[in-house]
């Protein structure tokens, strides 16, 4: 293969800004050159230097007023629920039954499921999202639509059939047995084929007995390399719900634990209303949370304590979700707008450090690919986002006023959305390209 290059600004992190000097932990490269090869980044660093020793045939693209970052990643995202983002009016148990459980029926058909699905993986790339873990439904059609585009694109991509044996619609439902077979299936069809990876995905305890979180324990123990998801104290009224259906565990995230799906490789959406104690079971197990402060606040559901979770005592892996579609925005930028807000709420303060962290290297971090994913550097995934700072008339006035980098990535985070998506590189390809005449998507050439 030939090496391909990319010029341009670039940030990416050394390590953790929640536990060591931010300003220690944010690489900045004003004038950089990603050299990409056989789907990897093969070199990085300032462009005098590598320019030097690229190969003689290297093509260069530059992108003049762009900043070049790993693309963003989502840990929680539901790629059936994109025809029903911004349902008015509902918190989320009303909300799942007025309008979730009845546009997910419609996954029944693979063509529909197709066509979803297509759209779907646009918009992420299109929002610079190059990894995402998703949820499909209980209809194993909807994960094979999906990973069939997500193989198409090249997309590293983790995602599973829904489960639920109970208290949804019928057309909905599985059991115990046939979650369990159908889980079976799709992990020997999907795992680990190119860039996809199977996630075990229990909708939420309220729609699974004892005996279907139990078979997610099995599954768990015999795919140790498979990912576990699920949602996890994101209301009220399902935290009271969760109570009184398991009255013998001592808390929500204890049906989890009983069941053994808590650990590393597992990533529990929300986590509004968690506990010290629940906190420290997720640091001691290696169990991760996604942070969805669009949908947190689009659904009323409260106020994520991002600080409180990362305390450098016993720090949670926390990643970014934008929780499609109780979210708002495919784009990461978005949710770190409303997250910077929410922790504003709570009295804190998100830095633009802490905050493009946590839409990078943070949710490799939480899904456990923080040495492949997530960073620049020589080896990783060459999945690139490429940001023009100058996307709109008024980022463009606003950029003039920045003093520094720290200062153009919170303005970028803040005023920002997918129309500053310049492109998109996934394994070293660019699959969107903003401004291309014509088709703006390509799949990699095979
Ligand atoms: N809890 C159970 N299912 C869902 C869902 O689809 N979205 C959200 N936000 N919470 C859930
Ligand atoms: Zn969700």
Known sequence: ???????????????????????????????????????????????????????????????????????????????????????????????????????????????????????????????????????????????????????????????????????????????????????????????????????????????????QLDVCGTLRKEYPDAYVQTHLCENLDEIAWVRSLFPARHSYLDVYAHAGIVGDRSIYGHGIHLTEQDFAICHETGAALAHCPTSNLFLGSGLFRLFDAKQAARPVRVGLGTDIGAGTSFCQLQSLNEAYKVAAMNGTRLTAIHAWYLATRGGAEALCLENTIGSIAPGFDADLVIIDRKATPMLDFRDAYCADIVERLFVLMTLGDDRVVRATYVAGQRVYDRDAQGERFSYPAA
């Open 1 to 211: 293969m030939s090496t391909t290059a990319i010029r341009a600004a670039a940030v990416t992190f050394r390590a953790d800004p929640f536990l060591h000097e931010p300003a220690d932990c944010l690489v900045y490269e004003p004038d950089a050159v990603i050299a990409m090869d056989g789907g990897k980044i093969a070199d990085f660093g300032p462009a005098d230097e590598v320019l030097k020793r690229l190969p003689a045939d290297t093509l260069v693209l530059h992108y003049p007023d762009a900043i070049v970052s790993a693309g963003f990643i989502d840990t929680h995202i539901h790629y059936p629920q994109t025809q029903m983002v911004a349902a008015f009016g509902e918190q989320l148990l009303e909300w799942l039954t007025k309008y979730t459980f009845i546009a997910e029926q419609q996954f029944a058909d693979i063509g529909h499921a197709r066509s979803v699905a297509g759209v779907f993986l646009r918009e992420l790339l299109r929002a610079g999202t190059t990894t995402a873990a998703v949820y499909c439904t209980v209809h194993p059609q909807s994960v094979d639509a999906f990973f069939e585009e997500s193989s198409r694109f090249n997309t590293r991509m983790i995602a599973g059939k829904v489960l639920m044996d109970r208290n949804a619609p019928p057309a909905l439902l599985d059991t115990a047995e046939t979650g369990y077979r159908e889980s079976q299936a799709l992990i020997g069809r999907w795992h680990g084929r190119g860039r996809q990876h199977y996630c075990i995905t229990p909708r939420f305890a309220p729609t699974s007995t004892d005996a």
